[in-house]
């Protein structure tokens, strides 16, 4: 049976949406400024530059760092303010149609690969750890596997049979989130075996 009206979303979700993208905005916000800094005078040491492997400056100017012909980090300061705007209109009671859930979520997965394309750029290519940049990746990886898991299971017309798997599915999207995180740890460690040696001493 096809949903008729918006439905209500969980509160967990609306407040989801709010840390994730206020976090998001704070990571974005530091590597705009680390920028400036870097403009106003480029031989600076950035206060995210920690050793040769935790290290912002490189990948801020990086070819990859501006993949658009501007900073990244700017397209973040507009990407997040979207869920924080959602988040807090859905505590407000606010139903959005399927539509806008649609393109809300083409947003997500477009942040998901494009995390995840960094990810692989920052680590194979540049050689380098972002700390802020990390920031980012840790809070867009929530926000999609649990927006679209919820999105699945209410927002897009599913017919309930598959709706209702989503809807149960939702309070354990938390082991996927998961599992993309370890993955990613593997994959740096992987590629820097010395980087808690480093970081940890010994």
Known sequence: MMAQTPARQPVAIALLFI???LVGLYGSFQ??????AL?????????????PFVSCGPVIQSAQGSLFGFPNPLIGL???????AVGV??????????WF????????????VFIHWLMVQTVFVIGTLCPYCMLVWL????????????NLGRNFGLPEGAASLFRAALPWAWLIVLLNYL??????LQHFPTLLTVLFGG
């Open 183 to 188: 993955i990613i740890v593997a994959i740096i």
């Open 39 to 51: 403009i106003a005078d480029p031989e600076t040491k950035l206060s995210c530059d920690i050793n």
């Open 19 to 21: 840390v994730t993208g």
């Open 139 to 150: 809070v867009t990886i929530p926000l999609f596997w649990f927006g679209t898991i919820n």
């Open 101 to 112: 859930w649609i393109l809300f979520n083409v947003g997500l997965l477009a942040a998901m």
């Open 89 to 98: 209109g859905l505590l407000a009671g606010a139903r959005f149609a399927r």
């Open 31 to 36: 590597l705009t400024v680390e920028r400036f």
């Open 78 to 84: 507009m990407a997040f303010v979207a869920p924080v």
